[in-house]
């Protein structure tokens, strides 16, 4: 569930080039998820690397998550504590 979570995002990155030749990636599916780097790749291994992170930092935050081509995080009403 978490990787196909992934995998939908990364699917929705965009990348822009920027002052330096730097590329900047976001996912508009993700608010405030972006990365940066030297090529196409790095800026793609980071990005993934931050939408990991991005994940932890909202699920400890008991934040919900946009669903992305079907791949929904969000927890379950029957895993859900009992009040």
């Not at 931050?50 to 029957?78: M, Q, Y």
């Amino acid at each position: 569930m978490l990787t196909s979570y992934i995998h939908a995002a990364m699917n929705h990155a965009h990348y822009e080039l920027m002052e330096g030749n730097r590329l900047f990636g976001s996912i508009s599916q993700c608010p405030g998820l972006w990365a940066e780097g030297d090529t196409l790749e790095l800026c793609q291994t980071e990005l993934q690397s931050t939408l990991e992170d991005w994940i932890v930092i909202k699920l400890r935050h008991g934040d919900s998550f946009e669903p992305i081509d079907g791949a929904d995080i969000n927890p379950k009403p029957e895993y859900a504590e009992a009040d």
